[in-house]
């Protein structure tokens, strides 16, 4: 099992950046294909971006390709997303998610198994 805790949300300017981190507890943490979603009001959570067990491949939703970056550090059993170019669209609650699964092109969230409690991100235009 694994507990999922993000950080790094807050308000920022159009057009600026943000690093969001997961930190996950539990020492099998390179075991675990991780994702990021994003909720804004009113919506259905979106997959952002996944990254696989070593971190040499990731995916990425089509709104967020080239202005997200997801990576990981397994020796510090964190995950993180640096939004650059951020829109006033990208306001959402964003959550990290975990998965035994390998298989990083899957973008439904109940592929997932384990979930943080999300952090706000808004920009503001």
């Known amino acids: 099992q694994v507990q999922l805790v993000e950080s790094g949300g807050g308000l920022v300017q159009a057009g600026g950046s943000l690093r969001l981190s997961c930190a996950a507890s539990g020492r099998t943490f390179s075991s675990y294909t991780m994702g990021w979603f994003r909720q804004a009001p009113g919506k259905v959570r979106e997959f952002v971006a996944a990254i696989s067990t070593s971190g040499t491949s990731t995916y990425y939703a089509d709104s967020v390709k080239g202005r997200f970056t997801v990576s990981r550090d397994n020796a510090k059993n964190t995950v993180y997303l640096q939004m650059n170019s951020l829109r006033p669209e990208d306001t959402a609650v964003y959550y990290c998610?975990?998965?035994?699964?390998?298989?990083?092109?899957?973008?439904?969230?109940?592929?997932?198994?384990?979930w943080g409690q999300g952090t706000q991100v808004t920009v503001a235009s």
């Open positions: 998610a975990a998965k035994l699964k390998t298989l990083i092109t899957t973008t439904t969230s109940y592929d997932y198994d384990y």
